[in-house]
Nanobody, 122 residues
Framework: EVQLVESGGGLVQAGGSLRLSCAAS????????IGWVRQVPGKEREGVAC????????NYADSVKGRFSISRDNAKKTVDLQMSSLKPEDTAVYFC???????????????WGQGTQVTVST
C-alpha cells in the first residue's frame, strides 16, 4: 500500500517560513518523482513543486518560484518543501504526491497524501 504522509503544516505570519515534509512508503522511492500540490476549498488544485530522482530536476509553479524550495533525501525516503516569504494567498491544504518516473509540467500525479493545512495570516 502506497502511503505519503505529510507533516509540518501550521499557522505562520506573512513573510515567515515553514517547512513541510513528506514521508513515503509502499513505493520504490528512487523510481518516483515526488511533488507538492495545494488546494483552497472551492478552487482547483494547484501544482506547487516537484522533484525527479534521476537527475534531480525540479519544477515550480510561477507563483512560488524564488520563495519555495523542494529537496529530497532518498536514504530517508522523504521530500521537504521549504517555504519562505509566505503570503496570505499561500494559505491552502498542501498535499504530497508521487508519480513515476519523472515530474510533468502539468503536475499530474498517481498517488496522494492526506494533506496538511498551511495558514498564512496578515
Amino acid at each position: 500500500e502506497v502511503q505519503l504522509v505529510e507533516s509540518g503544516g501550521g499557522l505562520v505570519q506573512a513573510g515567515g517560513s515553514l517547512r513541510l515534509s513528506c514521508a513515503a512508503s509502499g513505493i520504490t522511492f528512487d523510481d518516483y518523482a515526488i511533488g507538492w500540490v495545494r488546494q483552497v476549498p472551492g478552487k482547483e488544485r494547484e501544482g506547487v513543486a516537484c522533484i525527479t530522482t534521476t537527475d534531480g530536476s525540479t519544477n515550480y509553479a510561477d507563483s512560488v518560484k524564488g520563495r519555495f524550495s523542494i529537496s529530497r533525501d532518498n536514504a530517508k525516503k522523504t521530500v521537504d518543501l521549504q517555504m519562505s516569504s509566505l503570503k496570505p494567498e499561500d494559505t491552502a491544504v498542501y498535499f504530497c504526491a508521487a508519480v513515476a518516473p519523472r515530474c510533468y509540467s502539468d503536475f499530474d500525479f498517481d498517488y496522494w497524501g492526506q494533506g496538511t493545512q498551511v495558514t498564512v495570516s496578515t
